[in-house]
């Protein structure tokens, strides 16, 4: 049943089109508060739950450091003893000032690892704990070296022909 609001036929608005309006906007809010307070739900669920479990980058160990070597001696030094223990995924290279390294390595050889890289890298403290586990971690490695300039060059060898 649809109620006019004004004599003119022309500019008339039914009631039963504005309360379907109304509705339809109710129901988006609703549906809208609805999926926030799951969305919570889900959050909260998840944080009550043991850490390693929810965070996907839990496997990820993060070490700083600072080389006192020349940059080309001292990747030789922290490249040897990174093959000894596990592998390079990935490197970049900032100038002459610093590298990130990305390591994969197991997790019952990382103490040794640091022990090794100790010598010749000077790290932040990292509180190793005792772990007979072969289960693969990540280490990102940030070192800076000390006598960086900011300005690498490399030479290139001229070739004949």
Same mark, same amino acid.
């Given at each position: 049943?649809?109620?006019?609001?004004?004599?003119?036929?022309?500019?008339?608005?039914?009631?039963?089109?504005?309360?379907?309006?109304?509705?339809?906007?109710?129901?988006?809010l609703f549906v809208?508060?609805?999926?926030?307070?799951?969305?919570?739900?889900?959050l909260k669920s998840?944080?009550?739950?043991? &850490?390693? #479990?929810?965070?996907?980058?839990?496997?990820?160990?993060?070490? =700083?450091?600072?080389? /006192?070597?020349?940059?080309?001696? @001292?990747?030789?030094?922290?490249?040897?003893?990174?093959?000894?223990?596990?592998?390079?995924?990935?490197?970049?290279?900032?100038?002459?000032?610093?590298?990130?390294?990305?390591?994969?390595?197991?997790?019952?050889?990382?103490?040794?690892?640091?022990?090794?890289?100790?010598?010749?890298?000077?790290?932040? &403290?990292? #509180?190793?704990?005792?772990?007979?586990?072969?289960l693969e971690r =990540?280490?990102?490695? /940030?070192?800076?070296?000390?006598? @960086?300039?900011?300005?690498?060059?490399?030479?290139?060898?001229?070739?004949?022909?």
């Amino acid at each position: 049943r649809i109620i006019k609001l004004s004599q003119n036929s022309n500019s008339s608005i039914g009631i039963n089109q504005f309360n379907f309006s109304l509705l339809i906007k109710l129901i988006c809010l609703f549906v809208f508060i609805r999926l926030l307070q799951c969305n919570f739900a889900v959050l909260k669920s998840n944080m009550e739950q043991p &850490f390693i #479990e929810n965070n996907k980058h839990a496997e990820w160990i993060y070490w =700083t450091g600072i080389c /006192n070597a020349d940059r080309t001696n @001292g990747l030789n030094q922290i490249k040897d003893c990174i093959d000894k223990f596990g592998f390079i995924q990935d490197f970049h290279l900032y100038s002459d000032i610093s590298i990130a390294l990305n390591v994969s390595i197991e997790e019952h050889k990382i103490g040794a690892l640091y022990e090794a890289l100790s010598d010749c890298v000077h790290l932040d &403290f990292y #509180e190793i704990k005792p772990s007979d586990k072969s289960l693969e971690r =990540t280490l990102m490695l /940030n070192i800076t070296f000390s006598k @960086g300039t900011g300005d690498m060059k490399n030479e290139v060898i001229a070739v004949p022909g």
